[in-house]
C-alpha cells in the first residue's frame, strides 16, 4: 500500500512540476494587456506629425525619425504595432492610452496659446 503511495505521490509531483513549467511558459511569452508606455509615446508623436506632413515620404521618414527617438528601429516599431493589432484587448488599451495622451497634448497647447 505504501508502495502504491509513494507511486502516486511521485506521478503527482510531476504532474505539477510539468503543469508549473507550462503554465510560467505560457504567461512569459504571453503578451502584457498593459500597452508598451514608450511604443504609446512613440506612437502619439506619429499621430501629431500625421496631421502636420502631407507628403508620404516625408511623413515615412518622420515615423522612422520618431521611431529612433524612442528607442526603436522603424521595423521593431511597426513589428510591435502589428503584433498589437492581434490582441484586441491590448490595442483597445493602447488606443485608449494613445488617446488619453493626444488629449493632454492639446489641452497643453492649448494652455500656451492662451498665454
Given at each position: 500500500?505504501?508502495?502504491?503511495?509513494?507511486?502516486?505521490?511521485?506521478?503527482?509531483?510531476?504532474?505539477?512540476?510539468?503543469?508549473?513549467?507550462?503554465?510560467?511558459?505560457?504567461?512569459?511569452?504571453?503578451?502584457?494587456e498593459?500597452?508598451?508606455?514608450?511604443?504609446?509615446?512613440?506612437?502619439?508623436?506619429?499621430?501629431?506629425?500625421?496631421?502636420?506632413?502631407?507628403?508620404?515620404a516625408?511623413l515615412?521618414?518622420?515615423f522612422?525619425?520618431?521611431?529612433?527617438?524612442?528607442?526603436?528601429?522603424?521595423?521593431?516599431?511597426?513589428?510591435?504595432?502589428?503584433?498589437?493589432?492581434?490582441?484586441?484587448?491590448?490595442?483597445?488599451?493602447?488606443?485608449?492610452?494613445?488617446?488619453?495622451?493626444?488629449?493632454?497634448?492639446?489641452?497643453?497647447?492649448?494652455?500656451?496659446?492662451?498665454?
Amino acid at each position: 500500500m505504501n508502495s502504491l503511495l509513494n507511486k502516486l505521490n511521485g506521478a503527482m509531483i510531476r504532474f505539477f512540476g510539468i503543469a508549473g513549467v507550462i503554465l510560467c511558459v505560457l504567461t512569459a511569452c504571453g503578451q502584457s494587456e498593459i500597452p508598451n508606455d514608450k511604443l504609446v509615446t512613440a506612437y502619439s508623436d506619429y499621430v501629431v506629425a500625421r496631421y502636420q506632413i502631407a507628403d508620404s515620404a516625408a511623413l515615412r521618414a518622420t515615423f522612422d525619425s520618431i521611431a529612433v527617438a524612442h528607442g526603436f528601429t522603424p521595423d521593431e516599431m511597426q513589428n510591435e504595432l502589428r503584433a498589437m493589432s492581434s490582441n484586441g484587448k491590448l490595442m483597445r488599451a493602447f488606443y485608449d492610452k494613445v488617446a488619453a495622451r493626444l488629449d493632454s497634448l492639446r489641452k497643453a497647447s492649448s494652455s500656451i496659446e492662451s498665454l
